[in-house]
Structures are given as C-alpha cells and as structure tokens.
C-alpha cells in the first residue's frame, strides 16, 4: 500500500505545467518508476525537486547535470522516453 502511494505521490510531482517536462516526465512515472531501483527512485524524487528550467535544459540536452545521481536519472527518462 506505501509503494501505491508513492507511485501515486510521484506521477503527480511529476506534472510540471511545462508541455516539454510533461511528455518525459509523467508516462516514466505512470510506466518506469515502480520497477525502478530503491537507489533510483530516490534519486528521481530528488530530480522532482528542481526547478523546471534545471530540468528542461538537462532533458533538451543543453547541459548536462553536475551530480553523477542526476545525470543518470536523467539519461533513464531520455531513454524511457526514446523507447516509446
């Protein structure tokens, strides 16, 4: 019942408002994160944390995050999204 909760607490911080954020972020929530790592759940909630313009510049690729945690939680979206 806890990890229904946070999926749930997830794919709602996931909505950001900003179409571009949108259409990565909320289908890895509804279709990735449950099978994700505890490690990489913890850091996609930490990513959740950002602000919206850190996000779009690290998944429009015009930089890449400073935190090794980020950028792999980053490249995992990037993936998920290009294998829809």
Same mark, same amino acid.
């Given at each position: ?14 909505? !950001?408002? @900003? +179409? *571009? ?11 990735? =994160?449950?099978?994700?790592? &505890? ?5 996609? !909630?930490? @990513? +959740? *944390? ?11 690729? =015009?930089?890449?995050?400073? &935190? ?17």
């Amino acid at each position: 019942m806890a990890d229904d909760i946070d999926v749930k607490r997830v794919c709602w911080h996931s909505r !950001r408002g @900003m +179409l *571009e954020l949108d259409v990565l972020l909320v289908p890895f929530a509804e279709q990735a =994160y449950a099978s994700l790592a &505890e490690e990489d759940k913890a850091r996609y !909630r930490d @990513m +959740l *944390e950002r602000e919206d313009p850190d996000l779009f510049s690290w998944f429009m690729e =015009y930089i890449t995050p400073d &935190e090794p945690d980020m950028e792999r939680i980053v490249n995992l979206v990037r993936e998920h999204a290009r294998s829809r």
